[in-house]
């Protein structure tokens, strides 16, 4: 420490002291407590210690807008700044570090007038960034260019008040630096850019997801996470759907008539629930009529004795009002139906026209994902065949391009770390060029993609025992879970099967971001492994907006909704081995036995059934998408909001089914063949 560094560490520590004192008073006088953090954000900015002048800045705004907890954050801070200061040491030492998030780092709303236009501006960059990892320009050419995208990114960000985007970019910035000095260099900074490509697109589109991705893989690591790509550049525009418009219509104005009839149809909902209510309260009242009808029966005629005939007289009364009420409510319900119906069958036919003029053929998201495979292929030094079916399959412009990021993370992911290198996989007798394929089908509303490679596929016994150390399963549930549960493992956040960024990002940064992307749109993702020669990842998204079939079902007390199209058969819970009850399979208890009513699952592979105490109806109804915390959370495809307000859950039966699997075999005794994790 030079003796000017001395001076300003002792400078700053009497600032600190100074001010300490009325951030720790109790209560804190809010007005002190503004004035002390102004006054210490500019001395540690003045002072060189811009890592905890950024934390006081954000807590000072915090405590302005009325958070009394920020001043005892801040309290915190100082003092542990001061006696890092009094140690000889930085007072920003032990702070987190880029890319790990700032503890005070969250996500503010930025204005609606600015969301649309600071969107698009970021997508133009992110896209010029793609050019510059995937373009013909030389690595230093390239750094360039991507570090100017990064900085104006960094500034819309700060235009904006988009706090995590802005922090990110100028930690990318920092990396990117470094890459002006040679061309190895450059090379490493754009690895680095490609790594953490996917992190600025889900910053734009879910940065709660992206900052607790980033957080969890502290919590499983101690390194910095490294893998986290999403996006390969190609010389494409970022559009898929293309200028083929049939029409003389702007697509705005499209998109908002769409948004206007979905708006329609989540009201002719709120209307049929109010309806289904109505019906209910007519029957509570017909229920009533009846228990005063017996009350009259025991009661008997009037005697001196008795019930005075004035008292009966009003009950009666009383009895004829319900019934009449009763009926009032019916022909209400009634009323209330029909125009339901007809708005439902308005809502659907004006949807249904309108989507049409919104289809792109999904080969053009294929032709994306194939240059982005070709551009790895040839950074990586790989070769590999691209091979893709179901091009022809229609959808949603829009719904295209929210599955480009997802899908082109998945399809990175399989060329980095799925497909071997040259040597290895004529080494292990396979062909020099690997496989990668597309696949695409739509039925019954829903649209299925699939991307299978046939490189060397996921480690299934080590996320087993990667598992059990995490304390995420128990040995002996461990030990009977199939490869379907100990997959879906591998979208927690920051959970990771190597030491080094291996297949799947190894260090647990991005399937979690993917996922979280892919059940936005009211889809789920799921994977497919075959040991020592692949892997396929699944993704199936609705192709109309959320509105899907679901069954109502009821398990320990608590209704739950399952997507029609999962159910393969409902029969009674008395075969052999009776199925697990639903609940443990949620909750991840010991089977519970004795449902009466058994749910067959529709999922590939080994069968699978859950155990409920009753089935109930079939409605068609909104499933919305859940937050990433919730979603992690348990076995769910989304929430249904019902007409009287309260939320339900909507089950995923492709996550269920290995739970129930894994279940059914521990309360059958079932022993394992594999070891069990030590």
């Known amino acids: 420490m030079t003796s000017h560094d001395a001076e300003l560490s002792r400078l700053l520590l009497l600032e600190i002291s100074r001010h300490l004192p009325a951030l720790e008073q109790s209560p804190p006088d809010p007005t002190e407590a503004r004035r002390a953090l102004h006054a210490l954000k500019g001395s540690l900015g003045l002072a060189g210690e811009q890592a905890l002048a950024a934390e006081i800045t954000r807590l000072e705004r915090s405590v302005n807008e009325g958070d009394d907890s920020a001043v005892r954050t801040a309290a915190g801070l100082l003092r542990h700044a001061q006696e890092k200061l009094l140690a000889g040491e930085s007072a920003s030492e032990g702070l987190t570090a880029w890319p790990e998030p700032p503890p005070t780092l969250a996500p503010r709303p930025i204005d609606p007038s600015l969301r649309p236009q600071y969107a698009a501006e970021v997508t133009d960059r992110l896209a010029g960034i793609d050019e510059a990892l995937g373009g013909s320009m030389t690595p230093i050419e390239a750094v360039a260019v991507a570090f100017r995208q990064v900085h104006t990114i960094k500034g819309a960000a700060s235009a904006v008040g988009d706090e995590p985007m802005a922090w990110f970019c100028h930690g990318l910035e920092g990396r990117l630096k470094s890459g002006s000095q040679s061309r190895d260099a450059a090379s490493s900074a754009l690895a680095e850019l490609a790594r953490w490509r996917g992190v600025l697109g889900g910053l734009l589109e879910d940065p709660h997801s992206a900052l607790l991705s980033l957080r969890a893989a502290r919590h499983f690591r101690s390194a910095p996470p490294s893998a986290h790509p999403s996006q390969m550049p190609d010389d494409e525009p970022r559009s898929i759907a293309g200028d083929d418009a049939t029409i003389r219509v702007a697509a705005l104005s499209v998109d908002r008539l769409l948004e206007r009839t979905t708006t329609v149809s989540v009201a002719r909902e709120a209307i049929a629930q109010s309806a289904i209510a109505v019906r209910s309260k007519s029957a509570r009242l017909r229920a009533l009529r009846a228990d005063l009808a017996e009350a009259l029966r025991l009661i008997g005629p009037p005697r001196p004795w008795g019930a005075p005939a004035a008292a009966l007289s009003r009950i009666r009364t009383v009895a004829d009002a319900l ?70 399959e229609t959808v949603d412009r829009r719904l295209a391009e929210q599955l480009l990021d997802p899908l082109l993370h998945v399809a990175r992911n399989a060329v980095a770390h799925g497909i071997e290198p040259v040597a290895v996989r004529e080494g292990l007798g396979k062909p020099r060029c690997g ?83 892919v059940q936005r749109l009211g889809g789920r993702m799921h994977l497919v492994n075959r040991a020592g020669e692949g892997i396929t990842v699944v993704v199936e998204v609705p192709v109309e907006s959320g509105f899907s079939t679901v069954l109502w079902v009821d398990a320990g007390g608590d209704t739950y909704a399952m997507l029609a ?108 063949d594999r070891p069990r994790p030590s």
């Open 323 to 392: 019934v009449q009420t009763s009926e009032q409510l019916e022909e209400t319900a009634a009323a209330v139906r029909l125009p339901e119906q007809a708005l439902r069958e308005s809502a659907s036919a004006n949807k249904r026209e309108l989507s049409a003029m919104r289809q792109t053929p999904l080969r053009r998201l294929f032709a994306r994902l194939t240059v982005a495979i070709e551009a790895e292929a040839r950074r990586s030094g790989r070769e590999i065949a691209v091979h893709e079916s179901g091009g022809d």
């Open 435 to 517: 496989t990668i394929g597309f696949a695409a089908v739509k039925s019954a509303g829903r649209l299925r993609v699939t991307i299978t490679d046939d490189g060397a596929g996921v480690d299934v016994a080590e996320v087993r025992r990667r598992a059990v150390e995490a304390g995420m399963l128990t040995a002996t549930l461990a030990d009977h879970a199939d490869d379907d549960m100990l997959l879906g493992l591998l979208f927690v956040p920051g959970f990771t099967t190597r030491d080094a960024s291996d297949l799947l990002a190894g260090r647990g940064i991005g399937l979690d971001i993917a996922l979280a992307a």
């Open 565 to 672: 199209s999962d159910i393969a058969a409902v029969r009674r819970n008395d075969g052999p081995v009776p199925a697990p009850h639903l609940t443990a399979c949620i909750e991840g208890d010991a089977p519970e036995l004795g449902a009466p009513v058994c749910l067959e699952l529709a999922v590939e592979g080994e069968r699978a059934a859950v155990a409920v105490e009753a089935v109930g109806a079939l409605e068609e109804l909104l499933v919305r998408p859940l937050t990433p915390l919730v979603a992690a959370m348990g076995p769910f495809a989304g929430a249904i909001v019902r007409g009287d307000g309260t939320v339900r859950l909507a089950l995923d039966a492709h996550a269920l089914a290995p739970r129930a699997r894994a279940l059914g075999r521990v309360a059958a005794g079932i022993p394992s």
